[in-house]
Every structure is written in C-alpha cells, then in structure tokens.
C-alpha cells in the first residue's frame, strides 16, 4: 500500500455481553482512495469490525476491549456514530434496513440530515442520487417496503451518499440479491470509487465478485485475520476457493498455509 491510510484499524478486540468474544486482534488498513473487501463465512467478525469502526458495537451490548481505529490521522474509537458521519465515515448496514413505510425519497432524505443542508443543496443531493441511481428516480414515491432487494440496496447505498462520504463500510451488498444485481451494485460501487474517489471497506461473503472490484482484501475467521494482500493475489489462494467459492468447510491447516503464503504478499 502506497497511499496514506484513510482508516486504520490496529488489533482490535471485541466482546459482547462481557463474555462473547468476537474479535480477537483485527487489524487491517483502507488507503485513501481504494476498495477493500473483509472476507469470511458466517459469524466470522466481519460485521463486528464495521460496526466497531462506525461506533455501533454498543448497541448491541459489544465493547471494543482493546486496539485502535485511526480516521484520518485521529484516534475515533469513542467518537459518536453521529460524528463519524460527520466527519464522512458512514456505515451501510446489512440487510438494507430500509424504512419500509417511507417512500424512496423520504428514505435518501434521511441519510442527508447530518450536514443539515439548505433546501437548494438537499435538491442538487437528490439529483446526484438519482443520476446515480436513475432507477430510484422513477421510484421515488414508492414506499421503500414496496421495492426490490436490489432497489432497496441502492436506496441503503444512496442514504449513506447524501451524507458526502468519503469512506463508506459496506456490509454484505450482494446478500439475497441475483449474480445480475450483485453486478450492477458493484459497478456502481466501482464508479463511485473511480470517478468520485469514494474509499469503500465492504464486507463480503461472496469472495469472487469481492475480489473482482476490490485492490486489497482481509479474510477473517474466528475473529482474526487469517490472510491478506492485494485483491489479485488474494484471489488466488487456495482457501478461498475452498471456504467461499466451493461451499466446502474451512480446513485450518489451509487456513495456516494461506497465512504463510499472504505474508509474501505486500499491502
Ligand atoms: P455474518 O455474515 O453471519 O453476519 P460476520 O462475519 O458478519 O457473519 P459477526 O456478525 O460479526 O460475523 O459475528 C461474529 C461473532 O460474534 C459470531 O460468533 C457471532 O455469533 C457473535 N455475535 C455477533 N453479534 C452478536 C451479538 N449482538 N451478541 C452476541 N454475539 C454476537
């Protein structure tokens, strides 16, 4: 990695409950400008070590119990989500989590309350969404319950553009969703990290169509890092084909090889 971390996470732990340890130690680095994707089956630590950064463990009775989070050269490991957002670091949470009784609008209105906008700029926001997501503007007074697994994912997305991110923590976009519209979040994605310079973290199962858009990559299991390096290399590990690509059970001495190998890889 070249370019200055725009978040770097350093051994973090997690428990919740004070008893359920989730992480055990994470560490992992996004450089300004670029995507990478967290990997790992279920109950692997990806979702924790979004909502650790985002500051949203709490709510759910977890506690960074050691390790550091950087944004932008700042320590943010106690700063309010509300803040972060901010300060351009939003979260897209897994599963949409649209407000099914609001319309698509109301909904993309929502994500742009933390910069408290003039009317004019709400608009010209809107208008860059719907550029975005030309779909979501012919349905815009659709309730957002009424909508697409696809559909809703965009409005998730959108809702976390009108706050003018600079880095965003996408959890699971492909989940529930056709290879097709998987493909066409990721395009997006892909263009909003191009042609806007959108820094994306995004949590993924599904390693191959991570991998395809992502430069660096971090496979979790058991709430540590088992693997990392560039998205290419990565790619091209052995457990990865057998934990994500060929539903085949993690074999831990696969696991051990592959961290050997990702240690000749450089991030
Ligand atoms: P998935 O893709 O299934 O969401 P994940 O990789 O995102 O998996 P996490 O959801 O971060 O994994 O879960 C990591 C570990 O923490 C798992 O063992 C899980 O059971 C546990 N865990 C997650 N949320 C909670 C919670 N609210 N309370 C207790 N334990 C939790």
């Known amino acids: ?14 428990t919740y409950s004070q008893i359920i340890p989730a992480l055990r130690g994470v560490s992992l680095a ?5 995507i990478v994707a967290l990997l ?65 609008e109301e909904n993309l209105l929502i994500g742009a309350f933390a910069r408290r906008p003039r009317k004019a700029e709400l ?7 719907y550029a975005i997501f ?8 659709t309730f957002a319950g009424l909508t697409s697994g696809g559909e809703q994912q965009m409005v998730a997305i959108g809702r ?11 959890d699971e976009p492909s989940m529930g969703l056709a290879p097709q519209v998987v493909e066409e979040i ?4 892909a263009a909003l990290n191009r042609d806007e310079g959108v820094s994306f973290l995004l949590a993924e199962q599904n390693a191959t169509v991570a991998l395809r858009h992502a430069q660096h990559g971090y496979v979790l299991e058991g709430g540590r890092v088992v693997a990392h390096g560039a998205a290419s290399e990565l790619a091209r590990l052995d457990v990865l084909h057998d934990a994500y690509l060929g539903g085949v ?16 890889l450089a991030v």
Not at 30 to 34: L, N, T
Not at 123 to 129: H, N, P
């Open 30 to 34: 996004v450089p300004e400008g670029a």
């Open 40 to 104: 790992g089956g279920n109950g692997a630590g990806k979702t924790t070590t979004l909502k650790a950064i985002s500051n949203l463990v709490r709510v759910e009775r977890g506690e960074l119990t050691g390790g550091r989070i950087v944004y932008r050269g700042q320590d943010v490991a106690r700063v309010e989500p509300w803040t972060l957002v901010e300060r351009g670091l939003v979260q897209v949470l897994e599963g949409r989590r649209c407000f099914g009784h609001l319309s698509v």
């Open 1 to 14: 990695m070249t370019s200055t971390p725009i978040l770097e996470v350093d051994a973090i732990a997690v």
């Open 160 to 170: 976390a553009l009108m706050a003018r991110p600079s880095l965003v923590l996408l």
């Open 123 to 129: 608009k010209a926001a809107l208008e860059r969404i």
């Open 134 to 141: 030309p779909r979501l503007k012919d349905m815009r007074k």
């Open 249 to 264: 059970p993690v074999d831990y001495a696969n696991v051990r090889r592959a961290r050997n190998e990702s240690r000749a």
């Open 186 to 189: 990721f395009e997006i994605v």
